[in-house]
């Protein structure tokens, strides 16, 4: 499967440079992505060695956007479940996102990559607000975008604004960094059994609720075709890797 993914993603010019079929993608992660061996908050030297994945996937000339998200500094569904209204634990979270994009982008631009932090939310000082054509035109000129604040509403999760957001910017695949290299049948850390799957679709996804992202996500990627590919962010080089037509993960298609 990983053989054939890549056949279809890259291929040798006469030259012998490197061709790759996905143009655009988006890059979905947790806030927890980012903290490393710590139990809160940010582990500068794993967020600056996701900035060189990320890097190193640009300088093949792929178009990346991102999306961070925030519960390694406020998730709001557990300020809910301490009594805290869930409007205003839900902003907290999006906040959250804000501040790891901006760390993520300082880490970026200290390799030399440009970035911009766009916000659903304004904020001028910090980041741009989201306009969709200009987002497309940094895209368009090479620039990292970051996608801060969700979708600027309470109640919608992280993986539900990047499908949004990945089919606002007609990104052609949605790659999702976890801890694990692949989407499997149950928790492989607690059970040494577990079975991982190589593609499964939307639909089996759904039906047996195998926790990839939220429904909202799966719904809106399986209304628009778009394909979910997961793998673990640990892995050096995986990113790049799986464009290469390398390494082990799971795609979720139709």
Same mark, same amino acid.
Request: proline content about 4%; hydrophobic content about 40%.
């Given at each position: 499967m990983a053989q054939q993914m890549g056949q279809n993603q890259m291929t040798q010019t006469a030259t012998g440079e490197t061709k790759v079929t996905y143009k655009r993608v988006l890059l979905k992660?947790?806030? $927890?992505?980012?903290?490393?061996?710590?139990?809160?908050?940010?582990?500068?030297?794993?967020?600056? =060695?996701?900035? @060189?994945e990320v890097k190193s996937v640009r300088d093949m000339g792929v178009e990346i956007c991102m999306v961070i998200?925030?519960? %390694?500094?406020?998730?709001? #569904?557990q300020g809910s479940a301490q009594g805290m209204e869930r409007t205003t634990a839900d902003y907290m979270g999006m906040l959250a996102t804000v501040m790891n994009a901006l760390a993520m982008q300082s880490a970026l631009e200290?390799?030399?990559?440009?970035?911009?932090?766009?916000?659903?939310?304004?904020?001028?000082?910090?980041?741009?607000?989201?306009? *969709? =054509?200009?987002?497309? *035109?940094?895209?368009?000129?090479k620039r990292v975008c970051i996608f801060a604040a969700g979708t600027g509403n309470p109640y919608f999760t992280? !993986?539900? @604004?990047?499908? #949004? *957001?990945? %089919?606002?910017?007609?990104?052609?695949v949605i790659f999702k960094g976890t801890k694990v290299d692949g989407i499997y049948?149950?928790?492989?850390?607690? %059970?040494?059994?577990?079975? =991982?799957y190589d593609k499964v679709s939307y639909d089996e996804v759904l039906r047996k %609720?195998?926790?990839?992202? &939220? @429904?909202?996500?799966? @719904? #809106?990627? *399986? !209304?628009n075709k778009l394909p979910i590919v997961v793998f673990? #962010? &640990? $892995?050096?080089?995986g990113f790049r890797g799986i464009l290469a037509g390398?390494?082990?993960y799971t795609i979720v298609h139709g």
């Amino acid at each position: 499967m990983a053989q054939q993914m890549g056949q279809n993603q890259m291929t040798q010019t006469a030259t012998g440079e490197t061709k790759v079929t996905y143009k655009r993608v988006l890059l979905k992660i947790s806030g $927890e992505a980012l903290m490393g061996e710590t139990q809160f908050g940010l582990h500068p030297p794993t967020v600056q =060695r996701i900035a @060189a994945e990320v890097k190193s996937v640009r300088d093949m000339g792929v178009e990346i956007c991102m999306v961070i998200g925030g519960g %390694n500094i406020f998730r709001g #569904l557990q300020g809910s479940a301490q009594g805290m209204e869930r409007t205003t634990a839900d902003y907290m979270g999006m906040l959250a996102t804000v501040m790891n994009a901006l760390a993520m982008q300082s880490a970026l631009e200290e390799l030399g990559v440009h970035t911009r932090v766009i916000s659903a939310i304004p904020m001028d000082q910090v980041c741009e607000p989201y306009i *969709r =054509r200009r987002a497309v *035109r940094h895209l368009e000129k090479k620039r990292v975008c970051i996608f801060a604040a969700g979708t600027g509403n309470p109640y919608f999760t992280t !993986d539900t @604004a990047a499908t #949004l *957001r990945a %089919n606002e910017m007609a990104c052609e695949v949605i790659f999702k960094g976890t801890k694990v290299d692949g989407i499997y049948d149950c928790d492989p850390k607690t %059970n040494p059994g577990a079975v =991982r799957y190589d593609k499964v679709s939307y639909d089996e996804v759904l039906r047996k %609720n195998l926790k990839v992202m &939220d @429904a909202s996500a799966i @719904a #809106l990627a *399986r !209304d628009n075709k778009l394909p979910i590919v997961v793998f673990s #962010l &640990d $892995e050096p080089g995986g990113f790049r890797g799986i464009l290469a037509g390398q390494g082990t993960y799971t795609i979720v298609h139709g």
